[in-house]
Structure formats: C-alpha cells, structure tokens
C-alpha cells in the first residue's frame, strides 16, 4: 500500500484511540474558528448595515456644525443639534430646481427614553434604507389627524403599543422627559414594519403635532393661562418657525455638489450640506480601531487554541514512546514518524476549522433573527468568502507549524530510548 496512505490510515486510528483528547482539542480549536469568523461576520455584517442606515438621499442639511455631528442626530437620533434651522431656509431650499423632494425632521421631544421626530408624509414616500428599500406600515396607517403618531417597530414591540392606544409625550431627550405633555395625549395610527435601522426606535408625528404640543410654550415652558383645547387645536393652520434637519433628494445626482456648495456658502443662515455616504465612511473610520481590536482578540483566542493543541500533543508523546518504539522496530523510518505526527495536528486543526464552521452556523441559524432585528446586522450564516478562507489558510498553516514541535521531538526518540523500561 502507498506509504502517505498507511500513515494517514495509522494517523486517524491513532486519534481514534485517544478520541477523547482529540475530542477536546477539536472542541477548543471549533471555538476559536467560530469567534474568529464570527467577529469577522459580524464586522462585515454591522458596516454593511451602518451603511445601508440611509440610501437614495442626496443631501442631510442642517446648522452649521460637524458633518458626523449632524449625520448622528438626523439619522442616527443620537446627540443634539448645536441649532435650527428656519423653515423659510427650509422651504427655499425645498423650492430649489434642482430639488425633487425633501423630509423635514424636528426633533426634541421624547417617550420613554426613544425620540419623537416631527416631520411629514414625505418621509413615509421617500425614505429609503439598504437597498433602496422603502417603508412599510406593518399595521394602521400614516398619521392623518393632528394628533395622530406612527411608532418604529422596536417602540412598538417593547414597549407593548398597539393601534389606538393613547401615549404621551415628554419635552427632553432624556429617558425621563423633563415635562409631560399629557393635556395632549397622542394615538397610535400606525406601526412600521421592522428595517433594521435607526427608524426602529423612533416615534413619528406631523409638524402640525409637534407645534401643537409647544403652542403655549414659552421659555422653555408651559404658560399660565394659554392652555388650548385639542379640538380647536386642529382648526388652527399650525406650521412651524424651526425645523432641526432635513434631507434631500435631487432630480440629478449631477447636481449634488453644485447644489451643496449653494448651501454651505448661505450668507442669510449658517447652514450645512452633507453627503451621507461620506459622511457615513468618516464616521466608521473613527470606529476602526475598536474593529481590529475585536480583530485581534478573535485571533488570539485561536491561538491559545492552537498552543492548548500543541501543549497536548507535546504531553501525550510521553504516553506514546512505546508506541513510536514498536513503529521503529516495525521498519518505520524517522521521517515517517515526524509525517505520522504531523499528520494528527493537521486532522485536529482541519477538523476544529470544519467543527467552527458548523458550530457558527447553528450560532447564527439560532441568533441571526435576533441580531437582524434588535441590531440591523443582517449576517449569512453559510455565505463564506475570500476573507473567510484565508483566516481559514492562516488558522491551517499556524496549526500545522505548531504540529512541526511534537513531530520534530519524536523524530528525535531513538529506537532504544522508547524500549527502555523503568521500574
């Protein structure tokens, strides 16, 4: 019989009958392979939906301040504008030529710790996430009347809401809003279907509602004496003075930066223009460093795996001196013991790679609903990639490496030191 295929036949007998060992070197090398790939999976999977957050908006506009300041509050409801913006340089901008649509967003109002975001139906027509997807009412319909609201997915599902059920509104961005509105409760006439996006944990009314709220306001407050009835709220024409932030959408994206340039130079108001797309990769450059460090301790978790292999092949050598005796005295060669060796670390290492295949498969198969939905990671728990397999071709060659220390040391034994008896 051919020589590589007796030692690769002894090779998986010999493992065989130290299963139990093999066992838990697979177990560990399985569990450093599925960190690894699952860190590099879900890396891929969070930029892939920090990038697909917002899609086919041309423009975020808003007071002048930082490009990720403004991207964070507009987009990501996180923070606070440093000010407004007008509705007057909101509508001449809106009216612009080269304009096709624009969503108004008002912030500053919360429930229970997630924004409340005034804006129109435009938002609801023309918002795209991902893959120019657009929103969908999972249940009811878009606000019609003034105090209607239309809760994200996630503010519905953990906080319970249903259609037709009266909430009320906090002034603050707190957990704790610093003051109820609850002379103007509003109802639930809409709940969006879940995106995986920001949009999730937001609560959406019209301007006319948020302006309603705040309508005897003054200072920062509530007046004496001002107090407005909801019925009659609703006859008045009720339109806003400020909004925080608006996005754009443009007829032609060749005129993206003309129109860009137009806004960051407004003399009237200090206004700033974004791309989203850029503003989006400085954004994930500031967290690259946290993204190797999740890199580099998957990696060293393989690599206490490999070395708790090495470490395990280096103490059963000691049980096998006579099994290698008996090998050399049967005519094996050195060389074939050193192959003989080497071959168990490659079989350990190639079955802990398929083991941490499989075991992050099952992870994903079980969690991977529950990342898409709490966290807009959406991950294939099957999809591999170039990426993928040269972590594999690493993991494999370090391994095969660490087998070379085991397999050189048995090479060494001589015939009569693994014959010698001690008594």
Known sequence: MNAPLVLLRLSVKSLWSRRNTAIFIVLSLAMGVALVLGVEKLRQGARTGFANTISATDLVVGARSGAINLLLYSVFHVGAATNNVSFASYQKIMGHRDVAWTIPLSLGDSHRGYRVIGTNTNFFQHYRYGQRQSLKLAAGHEFRDLFDVVLGAEVARKLGYRLGERIVVSHGLGSI??????????????????????????????????????????????????????????????????????????????????????????????????????????????????????????????????????????AGLSERRREIAVLR???????????????????????????????????????????????????????????????????????????????????????????????
């Open 177 to 314: 809003g610093n003051q109820d509105h609850d002379d103007r409760p509003f109802r639930v006439a809409g709940i969006l279907a879940s995106t995986g996006t920001p949009v999730d944990r937001g609560l959406y009314v019209s301007l006319a509602g948020i302006e309603a709220m705040h309508i005897d306001w003054r200072q920062g407050g509530p007046k004496p004496g001002l107090g407005f009835r909801a019925d009659s709220l609703r006859k008045l024409e009720l339109q806003p003075q400020q909004i925080t932030a608006f996005l754009v959408g443009l007829k032609s994206r060749f005129a993206v930066f003309t129109l860009q340039r137009e806004i960051n130079d407004e003399t009237s108001e200090p206004l700033m223009a974004v791309l989203p797309g850029v503003a989006l990769q400085e954004l994930w450059g500031l967290l690259r460093n946290v993204e190797w460090a999740l890199i580099a301790i998957a990696g060293f978790v393989a690599l206490s795996a490999i070395l708790g292999m090495l470490a395990m092949l280096l």
């Open 329 to 423: 005295s049967l005519g094996a060669r050195p060389w074939q013991i050193f192959a003989l060796i080497a071959m168990e670390a490659g079989s350990l290492v190639v079955m802990g790679i398929l083991a941490g295949i499989i075991l992050l498969a099952a992870i994903l198969v079980v969690a991977g609903g529950w990342l898409e939905t709490s966290y807009g990671i959406r991950l294939a728990a099957l999809a591999l990639n170039w990426s993928d397999l040269a972590y594999f071709g690493v993991i494999l060659v370090v391994g095969l490496l660490a087998g070379l220390g085991p397999s050189y040391s048995a090479y060494r034994r001589s015939l009569a030191e693994g014959l010698i008896v001690r008594i």
